[in-house]
């Protein structure tokens, strides 16, 4: 996997799960296969999201805690999709003081996926290809266009 620079392992496999619920993998890639993930990972360690990291780094573990109460004792990635939601739902309504953690995991799960592959998800922009949209050239590239004459 890839190196962690947030998360632990246990984390990570909380975080990877949750993710993939988001936006799950059905006839499109979902978020471990987009890489969203690891961005996520990456994207927390920067100082701009320090509030929002300790923000998930405290409920992470808190989501398989719960998980372990209500399933059977499985960890948040053990459990079936439905149990992962009926546990999810807690935190969207904004259970055990985590109003910030399901918005956090949301919007960082859509730029893992839709946003530009250089920061480290959507990946082979596939993300893109999802929502159908296609990255122009760069702008350099194109400059020359601009001064052709297209007749009307």
């Not at 805690?65 to 499985?74: I, L, S």
């Not at 259970?95 to 893992?112: A, C, K, T, V």
Request: glycine letters at 12%; hydrophobic letters at 40%; one cysteine or more.
């Amino acid at each position: 996997g890839p190196t962690l620079v947030t998360f632990t392992a246990a984390t990570y496999a909380t975080l990877s799960a949750i993710c993939e619920r988001i936006l799950p993998r059905d006839s499109d890639p979902g978020a471990i296969d987009l890489g969203v993930p690891a961005y996520v990972d990456r994207a927390l360690a920067t100082p701009e999201l320090a509030s929002a990291r300790e923000v998930v780094l405290r409920v992470l573990p808190l989501v398989d805690r719960e998980t372990r109460a209500r399933h059977g004792g499985k960890a948040f990635h053990e459990a079936t999709a439905e149990e992962q939601d009926d546990v999810l739902r807690l935190w969207e309504r904004g259970h055990d003081g985590g109003q910030r953690f399901f918005p956090i995991m949301l919007s960082l799960s859509l730029e893992g996926a839709f946003g530009d592959p250089k920061y480290g998800g959507n990946a082979g922009g596939r993300g893109f290809q999802m929502v159908g949209y296609t990255p122009g050239p760069p702008l350099h590239e194109t400059s020359m266009d601009a001064h052709v004459h297209v007749p009307r």
